[in-house]
C-alpha cells in the first residue's frame, strides 16, 4: 500500500500528466485550425485534420483514465510514445504536403521548425514532476532525429551548406546546425530530467515533513508541535524556563471497577473514544495535552506560550469537558451501558517548562509544585464529592466578565496533602 508522501506525489504527477495532456489537445486544436488557412493541398489538410482529431480523442480517453487515477505511469509513458511518433511524422507530412518524394528533395525534412515543437512538448512533459519522461522523450527524439537526417541524406538531391543564410533563404541544409539543435535537444531533456528529479525530491521532502508533522499531533498537542516546527537546535536540549500556567488533572472515578467489568478490549475502546473528544475540547480552548496518565490526562494552559487567558480558558475547558461527558453519558444509558464519571482538578502558579530527560530521550512537560498542588486538587475531590476543584489562585486569575457566571462553592482552606501551606479550595457546579 503506498504511503501518504507517495499518495500526494502521485498526485502531483497526475497533475502535471493532466497539464501535458490538455496542452497537446489545444495545440493540436490550434494546428488544425491553422491548416484551413495555411494548407497547399487538400492532403495536406486532411492529414492533418485526421491525425489532430485521433490524437484529441486519444487524449481524452488518457485523461479519463487520470481521473480514476488509473493506469497513471502508462498514461504518462504512452504520451511521451505519442509526442515521439508526431514529432518522427509530422516532417514527413509536410514534406508530402509540398510534392514529396517526386518533386522535392529530401532536404527538405530537415529544414522543418519540429524543433520548435520537440523544445515545447520536452517542457511539457518535465511537468509531470517525473524525471523518466523527459529523459526517455530526449533519448527518443534524438534518435528519430537522426533517423530522419540519415534518410535524407540517402536522396542524392540533398544539399548540404555551411551557410546560414543559405540554409534559410536556399534549397540547402545546414547539416551540422541540425546536428547541433538535437545535441541541445538532448542536453535539455538530461537537463531537465535532473531538475525533474530534484523537484520531485524536494515536493517528496516537503510532503515527507508535513505528514511527519501531522503524525506528531497524534502524540503532542499542537501548541507543541508548532514549536517543534519553528524550534531552532537549542529547543531539543535538556532544560526548560520557568513560567506561570494552569495545570489541569482529570481522571475517571472508580476506573479499577470499570476494567474490571469490561475486560481488557472494551476498556481500551472505552478510554480510545473518551480521550477522543476529551482532548478536542482540551485544543479547542488551546490546551496542551502534556500526557496520559492511565485513564487520567495532564493538560497545560500556557504552555509552550503563556497568555493573559490561560486560567479563564483551563476552566471553560474544564466545563466543556463535564457538558460533554454528560452528552456521552446519555448516549451510553441509551446503549445499556455503565456511566461514566470524572474528577477535575485546576491550579495556577509557576512551573518549569522544557525538555526533561536526555538527549537521546526528551519529554516536553511541566515540572514543579503547581503541578502537584493540581494533581492533589483532583484526588481530593474523592474525598470531598466533588467532581470539579480549583484553587483560589486560579480562580483570582480568571477573567472578571467569565467569574460573575461561574457557580462556585468554597469548600474551605485546607492544607493538600504533603503540603504545609494552606490553599482556598473551591467547588464549580456545572449545569448539565
Known amino acids: 500500500m503506498a504511503t501518504k508522501s507517495e499518495q500526494v506525489l502521485q498526485e ?3 497533475q502535471g500528466i493532466k497539464f501535458s495532456l490538455y496542452g497537446k489537445m489545444i495545440v493540436f486544436s490550434i494546428l488544425t485550425i491553422a491548416t484551413f488557412f495555411v494548407a497547399q493541398t487538400l492532403y495536406e489538410l486532411f492529414t492533418v485534420t485526421i491525425i489532430s482529431v485521433s490524437l484529441n480523442i486519444i487524449l481524452y480517453i488518457l485523461s479519463k483514465f487520470l481521473k480514476k487515477r488509473k493506469f497513471v505511469s502508462f498514461v504518462g509513458l504512452f504520451c511521451v510514445l505519442i509526442d515521439l511518433v508526431i514529432v518522427t511524422v509530422l ?16 532536404t527538405y525534412l530537415i529544414k522543418t521548425y519540429v524543433h520548435f515543437i520537440i523544445a515545447g512538448t520536452l517542457i511539457m ?8 519522461y523527459p529523459m526517455i522523450y530526449a533519448l527518443g527524439v534524438v534518435i528519430s532525429q537522426a533517423g530522419i537526417l540519415v534518410y ?12 546560414f543564410k543559405e540554409a534559410l533563404l536556399g534549397p540547402a541544409a545546414h547539416v551540422n546546425n541540425y546536428i547541433m539543435s538535437m545535441g541541445i535537444i538532448g542536453i535539455l531533456g538530461f537537463f ?13 521532502s516537503a510532503v515527507t515533513n508535513e505528514v511527519k508533522m501531522t503524525q506528531l499531533t497524534r502524540y503532542f498537542s499542537p501548541n507543541v508541535v508548532d514549536e517543534l516546527d519553528n524550534a531552532d537546535e537549542d529547543f531539543f536540549k535538556p532544560g526548560g524556563k520557568e513560567s506561570t500556567v494552569a495545570v489541569l488533572f482529570c481522571d475517571i472515578a472508580h476506573f479499577t471497577q470499570i476494567s474490571e467489568s469490561l475486560g481488557p478490549q472494551k476498556t481500551m475502546s472505552l478510554l480510545s473514544e473518551y480521550h477522543s473528544f476529551m482532548l478536542d475540547i482540551v485544543f479547542h480552548h488551546n490546551g496542551t495535552l502534556d500526557k496520559f496518565i492511565g485513564d487520567g490526562m495532564m493538560v497545560t494552559f500556557g504552555t509552550p506560550v503563556p497568555s493573559k487567558d490561560d486560567a479563564t480558558k483551563s476552566v471553560q475547558a474544564g466545563i466543556s469537558m463535564l457538558q460533554a461527558l454528560a452528552d456521552w453519558n446519555r448516549k451510553r444509558q441509551e446503549n445499556g451501558e455503565k456511566l461514566v464519571e470524572i474528577r477535575i482538578g485546576i491550579h495556577y502558579g509557576p512551573v518549569i517548562v522544557g525538555n ?20 492533589r486538587l483532583e484526588s481530593l475531590g474523592k474525598e470531598l464529592k466533588r467532581n470539579f476543584l480549583i484553587s483560589r489562585e486560579l480562580y483570582d486569575h480568571i477573567s472578571l466578565e467569565f467569574r460573575q457566571n461561574l457557580k462556585v462553592k468554597t469548600m474551605g482552606t485546607l492544607a493538600l496533602r504533603g503540603k504545609t ?3 482556598e479550595i473551591l467547588a464549580i457546579e456545572v449545569n448539565v
Open 192 to 204: 531537465l530530467a535532473y531538475l525533474t528529479y530534484r523537484v520531485r525530491r524536494t515536493v517528496l
Open 91 to 106: 516532417p514527413f507530412v509536410w514534406y508530402n504536403a509540398v510534392g514529396g518524394e517526386s518533386q522535392v528533395p529530401r
Open 12 to 14: 502531483k504527477e497526475i
Open 125 to 132: 512533459n518535465a511537468f509531470s514532476i517525473q524525471p523518466i
Open 421 to 423: 501551606k494552606t490553599t
Open 152 to 163: 535524407a541524406q540517402q536522396d542524392p538531391r540533398f544539399i548540404s551548406t555551411e551557410s
Open 356 to 375: 526533561v530527560g536526555v538527549e537521546k530521550r526528551l519529554e516536553y512537560t511541566v515540572i514543579g509544585d503547581t503541578v502537584n498542588a493540581a494533581s
